[in-house]
Nanobody, 121 residues
């Protein structure tokens, strides 16, 4: 099993910044992708940003130019630097990881418990 532990959420004013962190631990041979998703009440969970173990990134259009994702493969950690935050960024942010537990084994997707980000004046 794999555990994802998130940190860094909180309350921030519009235009401010937050940095989220997520650390994966457990039975891990390789993590092929790590990323962040977010969800607000009544809406589907949506992709924010992802990064592969090779460094390829993908961002939602709504956060391009404001958010930056970074991964430390050696520490099984992913970060989300959020700048120029807007009220519409308010959501629960979930860490995601696609994990291969052993060599030649299939991958499994894991989720963190979520961390609240609130942008309000």
């Amino acid at each position: 099993q794999v555990q994802l532990v998130e940190s860094g959420g909180g309350l921030v004013q519009p235009g401010g910044s937050l940095r989220l962190s997520c650390v994966a631990s457990g039975t891990i041979f390789r993590i092929t992708l790590m990323g962040w998703y977010r969800q607000v009440p009544g809406k589907e969970r949506e992709l924010v940003a992802t990064v592969t173990n090779g460094g390829t990134t993908n961002y939602a259009d709504s956060v391009k130019g404001r958010f930056s994702i970074d991964r430390d493969n050696g520490k099984n950690t992913v970060y989300l630097q959020m700048n120029s935050l807007k009220p519409e960024d308010t959501a629960v942010y979930y860490c995601n990881a696609i994990v291969q537990p052993y060599v030649n084994w299939r991958t499994t997707t894991y989720w963190g418990q979520g961390t609240q980000v609130t942008v309000s004046s």
